[in-house]
């Protein structure tokens, strides 16, 4: 099938009480592995790409690993999705350029102002058959550019998103409510410790997502910043020369518990960038005369592989489900 939006993944995702993964795509192994692990276990995917990604690798370049990948895994649903997009020019190109879903986040704007741009998104995508994902509420973290500092987040309020989603229009909305991006979403003074000395982090606010499904009912959530950050691969980074102390990430029963209420799609980043960063260092280390790209990309994307399948079965609950 052709590439699709996420109206009908969502629609089946909230029926069902699970949630659709929505990964970041680079390069043509995180694609092929991504999809490869879809394809097999019958899930429906989304592959995003955000702005730093579009830098890096080019549009048309990822647009067309993408399509290379619908065309070899045709039984499944795959959406292409503009991940953090930051101002209307940029999701206009991508509405133009073949996207079927896009991000318009203008979390970090004033109420106002982050309505009147995500209608203005709204109005081209679906003049164009796109979809759009919103957000309300800030999440810690670095993304792209925007640094968002510990302290300066702050939880979706419930009381504003019904008066959000019907003067934009939007699709489906991003919500803060305890996650964060990158692989070290809180400060060891936020957490406790458990017996092996691992970092627990503190719950989710499960509070404010119920009370945003009882003003939303059956409107498709989104929970950005969900990598959970295997302690398993942080281990394997720091036992080969990396760096990364006291790195932490979401529970994933959290995530899980999530998925079975309004949240449908569920998006990962970091923990493949730490799957194929530990798999590579691990590789160089035993393999020091190695100097042919292949041979170490190839494990890379196989751990890419098998983190998605990880998050289809145990996470999200989306296999099977096409
Ligand atoms: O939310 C951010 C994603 O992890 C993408 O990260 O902007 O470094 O590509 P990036
Ligand atoms: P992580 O950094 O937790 O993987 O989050 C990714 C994300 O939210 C992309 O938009
Ligand atoms: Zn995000």
């Not at 590439?3 to 909230?14: D, G």
């Not at 899930?43 to 549009?59: C, D, F, T």
């Not at 993408?66 to 953090?84: F, G, Q, R, S, W």
């Amino acid at each position: 099938m052709p590439l699709v939006t996420t109206t009908e993944m969502f629609k089946k995702a909230y029926d069902g009480g699970y949630a659709v993964g929505a990964f970041n795509v680079n390069n043509m192994e995180i694609v092929q592995g991504i999809t490869e692990a879809a394809g097999e276990l019958k899930s429906p995917v989304i592959l995003q790409v955000s702005k730093g990604a579009r830098a890096y690798a080019n549009h048309t370049y990822l647009v067309k690993l993408v399509e290379a990948a619908v065309l070899e895994n045709p039984e499944i649903p795959i959406a292409l999705h503009l991940d953090h997009g930051d101002s209307f020019e940029l999701c206009k190109s991508c509405i133009d350029g073949g996207f079927t879903s896009v991000m318009i986040d203008m979390s970090s704007k004033p109420f106002e102002e982050n309505i009147a741009i995500t209608k203005q998104v709204v109005e081209y995508a679906h003049a164009h058959g796109v979809v759009v994902e919103a957000e309300l509420g800030t999440l810690e973290g670095v993304e792209d550019e925007v640094v968002v500092e510990a302290g300066q987040a702050s939880y979706t309020r419930p009381e504003e998103v019904e008066e959000f989603v019907s003067r934009t229009g939007c699709d489906s909305l991003a919500i803060a409510i305890g996650t964060s991006h990158g692989a070290y979403k809180f400060r060891p003074e936020q957490c406790t410790r458990n017996e092996k000395g691992i970092l627990v982090p503190p719950p989710l606010r499960f509070d404010v997502l119920e009370e945003v499904a009882k003003r939303l009912p059956g409107f498709p959530i989104v929970l950005h910043g969900s990598s959970s950050v295997p302690q398993e691969f942080v281990k394997m980074v720091n036992g080969y020369g990396g760096n990364m102390p006291d790195a932490v990430g979401i529970p994933e029963e959290q995530l899980r518990k999530a998925a079975s209420m309004a949240v449908c799609k569920i998006n990962i980043d970091s923990d493949i960038r730490l799957a194929m960063t530990g798999v590579i260092r691990k590789y160089f280390a035993e393999h020091p005369e190695a100097f042919d790209p292949r041979a170490y990309l190839k494990p890379a994307r196989q751990a890419v592989k098998d983190m998605v399948a990880h998050k289809i079965v145990d996470v999200l609950g989306s296999d099977g489900r096409i």
